[in-house]
């Protein structure tokens, strides 16, 4: 920035500061290249030439083999080189290192950070100037007239001249910014060279912290994060609150396993619905799987004849042992609900029927059939032997988290890991431009819904025995809500393409938790669905106000 301020530095003052440390640093890393030339450069290149060769299909097998052979010949000496020259390098990246670490910061970056700070109270001054001279400017020209749509006009100019000096202080700020990233980043550069690109745990952390506030941005973080200060400080209201009304604290240790007991049914149920948001969809079945999969299960692992029937028929599965009960079970709920989910899935692939179509029409298909098949009826408890082996507990501690750990680990892995999940994504961001590069939004489509059908069978099923039974088609009845509203306020956007696994699991335990505290100061029911309604608009919000912002 060109001003009288002899405490900013000219990009003729910045150079000469950072020339001495160049030209140590340069001179080492000219002697280090030399050294490299015909051993650990020769080495890269050679590895690189035969990864080509694999993959060369032009030639004979006897050709690819002879040539194999000689690069392998060229790399054995080549490694040899690198390893008589090892030490010697070391020593000199060494010798780079510690004059860097000696006079970097202190005879370059410190003296660019303070000229940067100068700089920002110039450009501060500037802008200041420029509108107290606009300011001046804009009262002489309204003194002079008496003309009301001159006046409106002068008025409209003055506000655009203050938008541009905003504008241009902004401009002035991101320069400053620039400049002084440029001066922290150039050391890392010096030993990116040096090492090869290979930095230490420390150096790593440095730089990403380094880009995160470089690329910091007030209003977005806000708009990502925002709501989660709220509930976070709702909580902590509900914390200070619960002890003075109730006379026991919130947060104790088995509050906090209760909490997470309840959780894992409800975490299958976000993980499964969690990918047909990710599409750009939503399924409102979910209540009414829950309670199809608790009454086949309560059905084939109660304990004696069932008093209720099916279909007018009277099952009893007490004759084979209890861990074929149990498997069964767990096969059955699994099966019932991805035949839903691929009847929903199909019409949505297919037809392009929207899923909030298909999937109601689930929900009423569901209902129907298991209450009239059912006649409504509870089918009470289960074995009392079955939670104990699937769900035991350890010293207090409810096993139940476990299998909702590996769900989760088993889903991010499927999200992040495979070809499924990379084109999970691509369809939820742009069906058609996934469609032109090959992807079939079809199969993707409905493997998103075959895999919430096997995600929502095992959660119902770990339902089942958390609950120990007691299964019927009203249960689960609004689960569907908490589902999306979990994954919602997890930042799974409903545009499609964007969300995270870790998002999910943070929203279906602040849903659950909320709901576990609102419990215990004793608040209504129905009122709590006006906290969870609540919720889920700011979240929505939020998430449009992202996409706008984008577009």
């Known amino acids: 920035m060109a001003n009288g301020n002899r405490k900013i530095l000219t990009a003729g003052q910045e150079a000469q500061l950072l020339k001495p440390i160049e030209d140590y640093v340069g001179g080492i890393q000219a002697k280090i290249d030399s050294l490299r030339k015909d051993g650990t450069d020769k080495v890269v290149s050679l590895q690189s030439s035969m990864d080509v060769l694999k993959r060369d299909k032009t030639m004979t097998k006897g050709e690819q083999a002879n040539r194999f052979a000689d690069l392998k010949k060229e790399l054995k000496k080549a490694k040899a080189v690198e390893n008589s020259h090892k030490a010697e390098v070391s020593k ?77 202080l902004q401009k002035d700020y991101q320069a ?9 980043t150039y050391k890392y550069h010096l030993i990116d060279l040096l090492r090869m690109s290979k930095f ?46 109730k006379g026991a604290p919130l947060l104790t240790y088995n509050n ?114 298991v209450t009239y098949a059912t006649k409504g009826v509870s089918f009470g408890a289960i074995n009392p032997m079955i939670p104990t082996m699937i769900i035991p507990k350890f010293n207090a501690f409810p096993t139940i988290i476990i299998w909702a750990v590996a769900a989760i680990a088993i889903v991010w892995f499927i999200w992040n890991k495979t070809i499924f999940g990379k084109n999970l994504y691509a369809v939820g961001g742009n069906p058609e431009a996934a469609s032109v590069s090959g992807i079939s939004v079809f199969k993707v489509t409905m493997g998103a819904f075959i895999l919430a059908g096997i995600l929502y069978g095992f959660g119902s099923w770990l339902e089942c025995a958390r609950m120990v039974g007691s299964g019927s088609a009203a249960y689960g009845q609004g689960w569907e809500m908490n589902a999306i509203a979990a994954c919602v306020v997890g930042g799974v956007s409903f545009t499609g393409g964007i969300g995270k696994i870790s998002g999910v699991v943070v929203g279906v335990i602040i849903f659950t938790a909320l709901t576990y505290a609102l419990t215990i100061l004793g608040i209504d029911t129905n009122l709590q669905f006006v906290f969870s309604g609540i919720i889920i608009l700011i979240a929505v919000t939020l998430d449009c106000l992202k996409y706008v912002q984008k577009k």
């Open 92 to 168: 000199l990246i060494a010798k780079a290192e510690e004059h860097l670490k000696e006079h970097f910061d202190k005879d370059y970056y410190q003296a660019v950070k303070a000229s940067c700070k100068e700089e920002k109270k110039a450009a501060k001054a500037k802008y200041r100037s420029a509108v107290a001279a606009l300011g001046k400017e804009h009262a002489q020209l309204l003194s002079k007239t008496t003309d009301h749509q001159e006046i409106k006009d002068e008025k409209y100019v003055y506000k655009n001249r203050l938008f541009d000096a905003k504008m241009e």
């Open 256 to 369: 906090v396993l209760n909490i997470l007991q309840q959780a894992s049914p409800q975490m299958f149920l976000a993980l499964g619905v969690a990918g047909l948001i990710m599409l750009a969809g939503t399924d409102l079945s979910i209540g009414r799987m829950v309670g199809m999969g608790m009454t086949a299960a309560t059905i084939i692992m109660h304990q004696g004849i069932n008093t209720g029937a099916v279909f007018g028929h009277v099952f009893d599965f007490t004759r084979i042992p209890v861990i074929a009960q149990l498997i069964l079970a767990l096969i059955v709920c699994i099966v019932l609900c991805t035949i839903f989910t691929i009847i929903a899935g199909f019409f949505t692939a297919k037809f392009k029927m929207h899923p909030f179509i298909s999937t109601m029409a689930n929900t009423l298909i569901i209902f129907g059939i």
């Open 176 to 184: 400053v910014k620039d400049r002084r990233h440029a001066a922290y």
């Open 200 to 245: 230490t745990f420390a150096e790593a952390k440095a730089q990403k912290w380094e880009n995160y506030k470089y690329t910091f941005n007030r209003r977005d973080f806000l708009l990502r994060n925002g709501l989660y200060f709220a509930i976070i400080i709702v909580f902590i209201a509900l914390c200070i609150i619960t002890p003075l009304v």
